[in-house]
């Protein structure tokens, strides 16, 4: 099988070697590919480019940013999660079609299950409404989120996220966050979707006058593995959800997917880990 991850910056993934490690301990022949469009000169078109990539023959792909909503319009297929979030993250080439998926939705709403089952969830904010603050939004609402209260730099952006979330869910369940310390003050949870906090988008996406004790604070970043918001809420007192659970849980939906067969998800974790511990 020949499983590529198309993206711009992405030398620093995580995702081949788990799934490298996963199909090595099902004994399979699985070769995972680093696309970078930083690197390898590729068509501006994203059909273009799926084109291109099928036509190599690769038999599925992870999508990243910048992608995730330019092969939305390319797919045969989309399931609901893809068609929902109105992203595609996994694309398995089957058939002579093509099949949009997102695991986006699912990997965060399985480490929130996981890790923050009994959290409040009356009233949460949500930081950044990007592709991937889509998938969150649609898992933090499904997970039972009273009120979902989106934050973006862009207001249009935030504004647009919310009228598709409420044309999903009905009124009342999300609005945009206008006042955001006032929004966190009011609410039980905070989760950070941008890339603020990353190596390379140091600092945190709200004051931290508006975190306290009571607040549990998830972020989908997960380099570095503690950002300095979820730091910074540890240190108050705050239960955190790290990025790494939506990181490994999307790449078990995905390697699913791919293979049609369950991965070891200790083998995955192991894998993600061993990015901290310097193992090749």
């Known amino acids: ?42 068509p501006e078109d994203a059909g273009a480019i799926l084109d291109l990539l099928e036509g190599e023959g690769f038999t599925g792909l992870n999508v990243t940013y910048p992608y995730k909503r330019a092969v939305l319009a390319h797919m045969d297929e989309l399931s609901e999660a893809a068609a929902n979030v109105g992203a595609v993250n996994t694309v398995v080439f089957r058939d002579g079609k093509r099949f949009g998926h997102n695991t986006d939705h699912w990997g965060f709403g399985e480490s929130l299950r996981r890790n923050l089952a009994d959290a409040p969830r009356d009233r949460v ?22 009120t979902l209260a989106v934050a973006d730099m862009s207001p249009e952006q935030a504004a647009a996220l919310v009228a598709t979330l409420t044309d999903h869910y009905g009124p009342g369940r999300a609005e945009v966050a206008g006042d955001l310390p ?38 989908i970043v997960y380099f570095p593995l503690e950002t300095e918001l979820l730091r910074t809420a540890r240190a108050l007192g705050c239960r955190v959800l790290p990025g790494s659970g939506m990181a490994l849980f999307q790449a078990v939906r995905a390697f699913r997917l791919f293979t049609g067969l369950e991965p070891d998800n200790d083998r995955m974790w192991e894998a993600f880990r061993s990015f901290d511990t310097g193992q090749a």
């Open 125 to 146: 904010v949500m930081i950044g409404a990007g592709g991937a603050g889509g998938a969150v939004a649609h898992a933090l609402l499904d997970a039972g989120v009273g």
């Open 182 to 219: 006032a929004a966190c003050a009011a609410a039980d949870g905070l989760v950070n979707c941008t890339p603020m906090g990353m190596d390379k988008h140091p600092g945190m996406p709200v004051a931290a006058t508006d975190l306290r004790p009571d607040l549990w604070v998830a972020d």
């Open 1 to 42: 099988m020949r499983i590529g991850l198309l993206g711009r910056g992405i030398a620093a993934s995580r995702t081949p070697r788990m799934h490298m490690a996963a199909a090595s301990a099902l004994g399979l022949d699985f070769d995972y590919k680093l696309i970078d469009s930083q690197v390898r000169d590729l």
